[in-house]
């Protein structure tokens, strides 16, 4: 590509990247219109024109970055800033929108996620009455990651972030005449809120001590950020990350999101809100490059995270709710990522996850659709044969989840492992094979749930009474499901290592974004090669034995009412009982003696009365002055420019 060319190309770039944010928000707007409008439209003919408004607009934001991504080098930077924003002697900070390596693949994918579940909803949505409402809501959530994903700084970013946690709050309780959806979508903000109080003293930290919000400014000026000030800093921003992203102790808001239709579970689980907390944290690397105290938490909590839902998910029998606690563990390897400082594994798995983790949502969604929305897998099995279509590309998807060769799923997860094992800690020298260990223990649990899961679903005899022979999927619905199975497949090609002939393509590509820890070993491929075959039969062994627990003994009876250990995990280790006994109790305990007490009427209540009273007062005041007469507004100037020539003279 010649010069004049390349000039070109950027100058386009840089013109289209804020179409990749306003795309969803005017079809949103268009909806909301069509939503309020009074015409002659039928319902049917308002949700078909409210469908394609939406997958436009979805479409074209993936476009506009799939544009960005072609013509991206792993040294460009598209730049696009649109007005100053906030203009102060103090700082200054710009409504400008960023892409680089890592802003570029990250858009890319969530836009083409994000297309194919607008697709899909579609036809999963169809007889729906919020039908257009929903589409309204999609397309915001759409431009809000959008907006958090390209903002050039972290006061723009936090808008985005908002706007996520807002919108997963109306899409989560979207069926809003059932109180348990109202009650989810509160439990997710409310912890989100939570977890934005991290944001905010983070924000507050890196102000006060750089004076700016620029991505740019923070990696220029880290060297005024103290050893100490920085583990602060660091620890803050994973606090906010913790919530976004589900870790213990601000994960149990995600289970219960399972309450929204499902195409929002995909659109949250697979690739837009939950990892918004992991790309924060790789967007801020220098930060915890800096700081081996900060990333041995992040590494730890991640681990800790991981292991613990996978153990959860053994023994579920919502399908909905196994895929929630699966995302929970697939987010806390990303973390895992993060915390050793290998980066780009922690992008390569989360873009990896959104393809297997959105076809199992959708591939749910369609089997839930079949079965007039059966979630209980106990209650299905020997749908393979009834819906041949929607179990491969469960049993696809599946497999990618579980590990295993050659599906996406295998290359992200063990470059992780790898990353864990062969970096090392200046803190704790053996905590790199710890955290290989747990890691490796949890691909075992990964591949028996899915497994379990894929059995009771499609082997055997049909175990309930909701099986329609005649009801079929709609190409809507079935072609999302297909092509984020071939991505399944496929997509886990783009991180190949170098140890088994690949050339290891993403890691390339974000090299420039990051700063990177060295390894224990640079030269060791052979070491690699030989962790690969273990993960590999890691894997295989969690598939055999569910295999050998739900087919080869199909006689042993199903958990119905679990004893022992198995209680405690179908129990979810009582922590959201937990926490309803100490924080809901406190909670409702404070409001009760601040009513008890009559603190909020008669202290609150008669101090907000108060204030009124007095601009009552004031105002009519005021008005006694404004009697309508020139001579009485004349004098007032008179007496002013009088007493501003006194205090003039005075002073001089």
Known sequence: ??????????????????????????????????????????????????????????????????????????????????????????????FALNVDSL?????????????????????????????????????????????????????????????????????????????????????????????????????????????????????????LFSPGLLTFVDLCFFWGATAKSAQIPLYVWLPDAMAGPTPVSALIHAATMVTAGVYLLVRLNILYFLSPEASCVIAITGVLTAFFAATV??????????????????????????????????????????????????SAGAVMHLLMQEQDIRKMGGLLKTFP??????????LALAGFPPFSGFFSKDAILWGAFSHPNPLIPWLPT????????????????????????FWGEYRGNALNHTHSLPWVMSVPMVILAIGSLIVGWIGIPKAIGGKDWINHFLHSTFFLIPRFTTNQDHLQVVLMLISTLVSASGIILAWIRYVRYPKTR????????????DHKYYIDEFYQ????????????????????????????????????????????????????????????????????????
Not at 6 to 25: D, G, Q, R
Not at 558 to 569: D, H, I, M, Y
């Open 558 to 569: 199903l958990e119905n009412q679990p004893q022992g250990f198995l209680k405690l995990l």
């Open 313 to 362: 998910a053994t023994v579920q029998n919502d399908m909905k709710k196994i895929l929630a606690y699966s995302t929970i563990s697939q987010l806390g390897y990303m973390m895992l990522a993060v915390g050793v400082g290998d980066y780009a594994s922690g992008i390569f798995h989360l873009i990896s996850h959104g393809f297997f983790k959105a076809c199992l949502f959708l």
């Open 581 to 652: 006994k100490t924080i809901g109790r406190c909670t409702s305990w404070v409001a009760g003696w601040i009513s008890e007490w009559g603190i909020e009427n008669q202290i609150l209540g008669r101090l907000v009365d108060n204030i009124a009273l007095f601009f009552e007062k004031l105002s009519k005041g005021y008005q006694k002055i404004q009697s309508g007469l020139v001579r009485n507004y004349l004098f007032y100037m008179i007496l002013g420019a009088a007493v501003f020539f006194i205090v003039f003279v005075c002073n001089h």
């Open 434 to 457: 710890a955290l290989y260990t747990m890691g490796l223990i949890t691909a075992f649990l990964t591949a028996f749930y899915i497994s379990r899961m894929i059995i009771l679903i």
């Open 389 to 398: 279509l929607t179990a491969l590309v469960f049993l696809v998807s599946g």
């Open 103 to 223: 802003s570029s693949i990250m858009i890319v994918f969530i836009t083409f996620v994000a297309f194919c579940i607008h697709v899909y909803s579609s036809g999963y949505m169809d007889h729906d009455e919020g039908f257009i409402r929903y589409f309204i809501f999609l397309n915001l959530f759409l431009s809000s990651m959008a907006l958090l994903i390209l903002s050039s700084n972290l006061l723009l970013m936090f808008i985005g972030w908002e706007g996520v946690g807002i919108c997963s709050y109306l899409l989560i309780s979207f069926w809003y005449q059932d109180p348990k959806n109202v009650q989810a979508g509160e439990k997710a903000i409310l912890l989100n809120r939570i977890g934005d109080v991290g944001f905010l003293l983070g924000l507050i930290v890196v102000f006060s001590t750089i004076h700016s919000f620029n991505f740019i400014d923070l990696e220029a000026h880290r060297h």
């Open 1 to 94: 590509m010649n010069n004049l060319e390349s000039t070109h190309h950027f100058l386009i770039a840089n013109t289209w990247i804020i179409w990749i944010v306003l795309a969803p928000l005017v079809g949103a707007l268009i909806n909301t219109g069509l939503f309020f409008s009074q015409n002659t439209l039928t319902q049917s003919q308002k949700q078909k024109i409210s469908a394609i408004i939406a997958c436009t607009a979805a479409g074209m934001a993936f476009l506009i970055s799939f544009f960005l991504f072609w013509h991206m080098h792993s040294q460009t930077i598209f730049v696009q800033t649109l007005f100053t924003w906030i203009n102060s002697s103090v700082f200054k900070v710009r």
